[in-house]
Each structure stands twice: as structure tokens, then as C-alpha cells.
T-cell receptor, first 117, second 114 residues
Framework: AQTVTQSQPEMSVQEAETVTLSCTYDTSESDYYLFWYKQPPSRQMILVIRQEAYKQQNATENRFSVNFQKAAKSFSLKISDSQLGDAAMYFCAYRSYGSGNTGKLIFGQGTTLQVKP | KAGVTQTPRYLIKTRGQQVTLSCSPISGHRSVSWYQQTPGQGLQFLFE???????NKGNFPGRFSGRQFSNSRSEMNVSTLELGDSALYLC?????????????FGPGTRLTVT
């Protein structure tokens, strides 16, 4: 069975600085997707960034980028130029590739990010 | 395009009762997944429906059930409620199931069991 681990329950960053959130996962599959979701206090889950395991290039979305190390099963999220609106809980998630498991996301425990003005 | 909507947003029930939660996906989305979020267990997958068929099911007791209608709207039902069922229930919809797609989450239904 696949597992996702986020070892940092809480992180804080100064506004405009850079922060990296860690995520490791365990799987025997070779094809899968990895995601970072953001859940602000409003509780609405928002997709931040997606990475396909078969792609070597790290995904980037504006100020958000990932460091995907497939062999190490590591998938960290870097937030550059942190803004107050980035304060939220961040979840790392795994999804198998292919039919049968497509809708099932396996989430890590989450990391609460505090942004200090 | 309207986002995923869930009703009701808040619900208080008594132990032993049953409850039905509703999820309306984004127009055109045919896949709906349900998740339970609690402080202790985190986010856990309940089940996924695609074209009115359950495609995948998480490790929850049979008290948890769901269905999907022809318009892709989905409901989940919890019978014989227990205190531990208190949680935020999230549904997520996606355009296509089986290949690369992204899931869009609703705001959730906060269920409190007393």
C-alpha cells in the first residue's frame, strides 16, 4: 500500500522569504502522480501543483515549484516570495496512474504554514 | 463555471441517526470522490463514482454508502451515526476518470454527531 509522510507539522516563514515543505512517499509503483494541495482556514482545498512521475522535469507554477526525487521518493514544495495569503495547511498527495485507482488520493498528514509579516 | 457545491455546509446529528450529504460537481465532470477529514486520521478516501458506478472504495464500514445520479450529482449516506463520524466531508469532482486529470474540491460539509 502507498503511504505519504509529511514530517513537518508546522512551518513558519517571513513574508517575501522562501520556504520548503517536505514530503516523502512509499510506493512500489513506477507510474503515479504527486500533488500539493493548499487548505486555507476556509477549508476549501485548492490544487497548488502537480507532478507526473514519468516526467523528470520539476513542475513549476508561478511562485511554487517542486523538487521531485523519484529514486529517493521525495517531493518537496518550495514557495518563493511568500505572501500572507500563502498561510494555510498544505497537503502532499499521491495518486496511482491508470484506471481503477484514479480517483483515490492518498494524503499526508499536512503541514501548517504560518507567514509572518 | 460554477465550482463544486456541497449541501448542507453544516449539520448536527445525534448518535444513531442517519445522514445524507450531497455533492454537485462542476458541469461536465463525471467523476466524484468523497473524503473524510478528521484531526486524528487526517484525510481519508471514502469512495469514487464515475458514470453512476462506484469505481473505488476506501476502508470504511458498510455504514458509509454513496451513489451517483445520471446528472453526476452524488450523495453519501452514513447510517447509525457514531461520535467518531464527526468530521469534515469533502467531495471532489474531475472531468475524466482513468487518465491524467485534476480533482476540484468542494467547500465541505461539517458534520457534528452528538
Amino acid at each position: 500500500a502507498q503511504t505519504v509522510t509529511q514530517s513537518q507539522p508546522e512551518m513558519s516563514v517571513q513574508e517575501a522569504e522562501t520556504v520548503t515543505l517536505s514530503c516523502t512517499y512509499d510506493t512500489s509503483e513506477s507510474d503515479y502522480y504527486l500533488f500539493w494541495y493548499k487548505q486555507p482556514p476556509s477549508r476549501q482545498m485548492i490544487l497548488v501543483i502537480r507532478q507526473e512521475a514519468y516526467k523528470q522535469q520539476n513542475a513549476t507554477e508561478n511562485r511554487f515549484s517542486v523538487n521531485f526525487q523519484k529514486a529517493a521518493k521525495s517531493f518537496s514544495l518550495k514557495i518563493s516570495d511568500s505572501q500572507l495569503g500563502d498561510a494555510a495547511m498544505y497537503f502532499c498527495a499521491y495518486r496511482s496512474y491508470g484506471s481503477g485507482n484514479t480517483g483515490k488520493l492518498i494524503f499526508g498528514q499536512g503541514t501548517t504554514l504560518q507567514v509572518k509579516p | 463555471k460554477a465550482g463544486v457545491t456541497q449541501t448542507p455546509r453544516y449539520l448536527i446529528k445525534t448518535r444513531g441517526q442517519q445522514v445524507t450529504l450531497s455533492c454537485s460537481p462542476i458541469s461536465g465532470h463525471r467523476s466524484v470522490s468523497w473524503y473524510q477529514q478528521t484531526p486524528g486520521q487526517g484525510l481519508q478516501f471514502l469512495f469514487e463514482y464515475f458514470s453512476e458506478t462506484q469505481r473505488n472504495k476506501g476502508n470504511f464500514p458498510g455504514r458509509f454508502s454513496g451513489r451517483q445520479f445520471s446528472n453526476s450529482r452524488s450523495e453519501m449516506n452514513v447510517s447509525t451515526l457514531e461520535l467518531g463520524d464527526s468530521a469534515l466531508y469533502l467531495c471532489a469532482s474531475s472531468f475524466v476518470s482513468g487518465i491524467a486529470y485534476e480533482q476540484y474540491f468542494g467547500p465541505g460539509t461539517r458534520l457534528t454527531v452528538t
